[in-house]
């Protein structure tokens, strides 16, 4: 199946920062470490919270184009209660976004990141890594995959109907990414 226009295009535009964040942020090694689990999943929660909150007024659009999105934020907190972890946040704000394409970008960079986290939490499981407060990374199980084709068919078909512009969904996607930058990768004094 070869990649729609609007995909290829969101793939092309954001793969260097992208590939930053799986670079510097270290979020599997981080996330393997009892000592900064807590930490790394108390960033993925204020993540999800702002993306949800982005997301939220265009909701019925998504649904209307046969997008099911599904909040993560109460997975998360439901893990970082498992590891013993507060689960208050600081409030990331996020501007409300214009367009239902900008939409479609945020919602591609928090679905997407249930491919990464399925791929993590194998990794994991084979080299007997416990798994204690890292459920959200793999909430869909076996539905995985046919969710990520449902959501990139209706994102595709917003787009050919109009509904959303392609250039808009790149800008999403690339300002979500940079939110997850900004998140994820660790403090410089992290590294001390």
Known sequence: ?????VLSALRAETADIHHAIEAAAGVEARLRDPADRPGLVARFLSLHLAVEAAVSPWRAGFEQAGARLEARSPLIRRDLRELGAGTATQPVAVRPLPTFGEAWGWAYVAEGSMLGGRIMRRRMISDSVPLTGLGFLDPYGEETGARWRAF??????????GR?????VVKGGRDAFGLASQLLNPAPAEFA
């Open 152 to 161: 990139l068919t209706a994102m595709d078909s917003a787009c050919a109907l």
């Open 1 to 5: 199946m070869n990649p729609s226009p």
């Open 164 to 168: 959303a512009a392609p250039d808009d």
